[in-house]
C-alpha cells in the first residue's frame, strides 16, 4: 500500500517535470534497461522500475496469502484480480508512451492506478491480525457510518479521476484565478478545459464537505477507536488537499504543489476506503485460523 503510494507520487512527479516521454521507447529505454538517470530520464526510468517492483511485491504477498486465506477464498480471488489489474496498468503506460500520452489513455492509467489503491487497502484492511476478532467502536455506530464513509470515498475516486482529466487535458490553468474561475463565480464552460476544471473546483467542495460532516458524525458516535481515528485524518487530510489545490494554481503548477496534491488524492482515498471496509468488520464472524487445511496437524487417526 505505501509502495502504491509512492508510485502514483512518482508518476505525478514525471507528469509536473514534463518526464513522461523522456524514454521515447517501452519497455526499454533508449533500447536499455539502465539508461544514464539523468534529467527527466531518471524521473520516467525511476517510475517504471518502482512499478516493476510493486508487481513483485503484490505477486509475492499474493503467493503467501493463498494458504493462509483459504477459508476466505474472496480474498484470494481479489489479489489475483490486484495482479491482473497491474498487468493490465503496465500495458498502458506502454501505449501511454507509444501513442504519445493520448488524453483518454493516460487518464485511464492514473484511474485504475487508484482503483488499484483501493483494492490494495481493503486488502490489507481484512488481512490485519484480528480482523473480524475485534471491532473497532460500536458495531451499531459503524454500521451506521457506512452509507456517508462510502460515499466519500466513491467522491474521493470520482474526484481523482476528474483531476486525472484536468493533468492530462493541461487544464490546471484553465482558471487561472482563485476562488473565482476567469473571474466568475460560474465561469462560461466555452472549452473542455475550463470545464473540467471548474467540476473539478465544485467536486472539491462536495466532497470537502461529505469528510468533515463525516468526522464531526465519527466524533459523536464513535469512542477511542481506530474507524473514529481515520475519520480525523480523512478530515485533516481534506483541508490540506484544498490548500494544496489553491497553491498549485497560485503557483502555476508548481512541481511539489501538484505532485503532492495527487499524493494527498491518494492518501484520502486510501483512508476513506479503509474506514469503508471497516464498517464490515462487526459483521464478519470471528476467524481464529486462517490456516489452510492442508497445512494443519492432524491427529493419529488421520482426522
Known sequence: ?????????????VHATESSLACPDWPTCFGT????????????HLHR??????????????YLTYGLEANRPWVRNSAFAGI???VVQSVLGGVTVLMRLPDIVSTTHLALAFAFLALAVVLYTVTVPG??????????????????????????????????????????LACPDVPRCLGQVVPPLVTDEVAVHFSHRVVAIL???????????AMRALGPSVARRL??????????????????????????????HTLGAALLLAILVALTTLTYEAEVPAVANRVAPALQPTTEDGR
Not at 454500521?143 to 487544464?171: I, N, Y
Not at 480525523?232 to 504543489?257: C, E, N, R, Y
Request: glycine share 12%; aromatic share 4%.
Open 1 to 13: 500500500m505505501v509502495w502504491t503510494l509512492g508510485l502514483l507520487l512518482l508518476g505525478s512527479i
Open 33 to 44: 534497461l539502465m539508461p544514464e538517470m539523468e534529467g527527466g530520464v531518471f524521473w520516467e
Open 49 to 62: 522500475l518502482v512499478a516493476g517492483g510493486l508487481v513483485l511485491i503484490f505477486v509475492a504477498a499474493t
Open 84 to 86: 491482473a489489474l497491474l
Open 131 to 172: 480482523w473480524g476478532e475485534r471491532p473497532s467502536g460500536s458495531g451499531t455506530a459503524l454500521r451506521r457510518m457506512r452509507p456517508l464513509a462510502g460515499a466519500a470515498a466513491l467522491l474521493t475516486f470520482a474526484q481523482s479521476v476528474l483531476g486525472a482529466a484536468v493533468r492530462h487535458m493541461d487544464a490546471g
Open 207 to 217: 466532497l470537502a464537505l461529505a469528510v468533515m460532516t463525516l468526522a464531526v458524525h
Open 231 to 260: 475519520a480525523m485524518a480523512a478530515a485533516g487530510v481534506v483541508l490540506v488537499q484544498v490548500a494544496l489545490g489553491v497553491l498549485s494554481v497560485t503557483t502555476a503548477l508548481a512541481v511539489p504543489a501538484v505532485s503532492l
